[in-house]
């Protein structure tokens, strides 16, 4: 059995790797409780009572341990996946996975050197049952070859629940890195794409003059040799929402459309997982709730056979060096000064 460990619990994320290499089969070995955010530590505690709490040299030097998760404040990240690599532990961090051009180039060097896997599970697809059947209905041709991805990822800000890194650039990344890279993965993957290039970006801060250096608005026009991509990010979900973000993805093909509505339907049908099929045959709505999770599962089995069946090592710097990309040269629009 696999054993893995959780470094940096900044980010409830987090529970996603834990629970999802948990069903996958591994066991969990330990995790450190060191943290900005106590509360999540404190629902660590509370969800695997068994589990020992370890410190991170600990953790990493421990050569029972197989695999290492983070999500911790996201400028840390590339570290610890670089320091757990090194001790001979494949890794699963939180998107985003780096946040500098310089920590992007350490990565991939310490792969290469390792034999290692450094895989960042972008959520928005990999543990969104919608997002799993929809890419099942692309690659089974339900709407022909895919023209073009419209990704948008808003967020509800609730500023007072945040730690003070959450506000600083230079901790998140900006909006795009920090965001955007869910949808950038999810433009290279429902489009087959193996590369892209970054036609235009903006970020902005429109509705938080507190924090003159914070991006609640983000967007990026992306294109490859199969297709278009545009994204647009922000965090201006309103109190009257009744979940978090109202997240959505549009795949235009040939032949159809797919819309996904991830987390509401705002038109009225209740839960999570909507998916709707347009085609010459009509009008067709999945509730994909039950769709299974493979990301997980494939992962685990990846670090027994030493194979990228969850997500090829190429994909995963592929959206990292566009995310970095679309950030670096983003227009800066709507600024406020602090008030």
């Given at each position: 059995?696999?054993?893995?460990?959780?470094?940096?619990?900044?980010?409830?994320?987090?529970?996603?790797?834990?629970?999802?290499?948990?069903?996958?089969?591994?066991?969990?070995?330990?995790?450190?409780?060191?943290?900005?955010?106590?509360?999540?530590?404190?629902?660590?505690?509370?969800?695997?009572?068994?589990?020992?709490?370890?410190?991170?040299?600990?953790?990493?030097?421990?050569?029972?341990?197989?695999?290492?998760?983070?999500?911790?404040?996201?400028?840390?990240?590339?570290?610890?996946?670089?320091?757990?690599?090194?001790?001979?532990?494949d890794v699963i961090v939180?998107?985003?996975?780096?946040?500098?051009?310089?920590?992007?180039?350490?990565?991939?060097?310490?792969?290469?050197?390792?034999?290692?896997?450094?895989?960042?599970?972008?959520?928005?697809?990999?543990?969104?049952?919608?997002?799993?059947?929809?890419?099942?209905?692309?690659?089974?041709?339900?709407?022909?070859?895919?023209?073009?991805?419209?990704?948008?990822?808003?967020?509800?800000?609730?500023?007072?629940?945040?730690?003070?890194?959450?506000?600083?650039?230079?901790?998140?990344?900006?909006?795009?890195?920090?965001?955007?890279?869910?949808?950038?993965?999810?433009?290279?993957?429902?489009?087959?794409?193996?590369?892209?290039?970054?036609?235009?970006?903006?970020?902005?801060?429109?509705?938080?003059?507190?924090?003159?250096?914070?991006?609640?608005?983000?967007?990026?026009?992306?294109?490859?040799?199969?297709?278009?991509?545009?994204?647009?990010?922000?965090?201006?979900?309103?109190?009257?929402?009744?979940?978090?973000?109202?997240?959505?993805?549009?795949?235009l093909g040939t032949e159809?459309?797919?819309?996904?509505?991830?987390?509401?339907?705002?038109?009225?049908?209740?839960?999570?997982?909507?998916?709707?099929?347009?085609?010459?045959?009509?009008?067709?709505?999945?509730?994909?709730?039950?769709?299974?999770?493979?990301?997980?599962?494939?992962?685990?089995?990846?670090?027994?056979?030493?194979?990228?069946?969850?997500?090829?090592?190429?994909?995963?710097?592929?959206?990292?060096?566009?995310?970095?990309?679309?950030?670096?040269?983003?227009?800066?629009?709507?600024?406020?000064?602090?008030?």
């Amino acid at each position: 059995m696999f054993r893995f460990a959780a470094i940096g619990i900044d980010h409830g994320h987090i529970f996603n790797h834990i629970d999802g290499l948990l069903d996958a089969g591994a066991e969990f070995a330990g995790f450190c409780p060191h943290s900005s955010v106590p509360a999540l530590v404190d629902a660590v505690r509370k969800q695997h009572p068994d589990v020992p709490e370890v410190s991170r040299d600990d953790l990493l030097t421990d050569a029972s341990i197989d695999a290492v998760c983070i999500a911790a404040i996201p400028r840390d990240r590339a570290g610890l996946a670089i320091r757990a690599m090194q001790a001979g532990k494949d890794v699963i961090v939180d998107k985003p996975g780096v946040t500098s051009f310089e920590q992007l180039e350490a990565v991939q060097r310490t792969v290469d050197d390792t034999g290692r896997m450094f895989s960042v599970c972008f959520s928005e697809r990999h543990c969104v049952p919608s997002a799993v059947k929809a890419g099942k209905l692309v690659q089974q041709g339900a709407i022909g070859k895919v023209v073009q991805t419209i990704g948008m990822g808003p967020h509800r800000l609730a500023a007072g629940t945040r730690p003070d890194w959450f506000f600083d650039p230079d901790a998140f990344g900006g909006i795009i890195v920090d965001i955007a890279s869910h949808q950038i993965d999810q433009f290279l993957f429902y489009t087959g794409s193996d590369s892209g290039e970054v036609v235009a970006s903006s970020v902005g801060n429109f509705g938080t003059p507190q924090s003159a250096q914070f991006q609640d608005f983000g967007e990026v026009l992306l294109r490859s040799n199969k297709a278009s991509g545009y994204v647009r990010v922000d965090w201006f979900t309103p109190d009257g929402l009744p979940t978090w973000g109202d997240g959505r993805l549009t795949i235009l093909g040939t032949e159809g459309y797919i819309e996904l509505r991830k987390y509401v339907d705002i038109g009225g049908r209740e839960g999570k997982d909507h998916l709707f099929l347009v085609d010459r045959s009509g009008v067709q709505h999945i509730d994909c709730s039950n769709e299974p999770l493979e990301y997980f599962t494939r992962f685990v089995a990846d670090m027994r056979d030493r194979t990228d069946t969850a997500m090829s090592q190429q994909h995963v710097f592929e959206v990292c060096r566009l995310a970095l990309e679309a950030q670096h040269k983003a227009a800066h629009i709507g600024e406020r000064k602090a008030a």
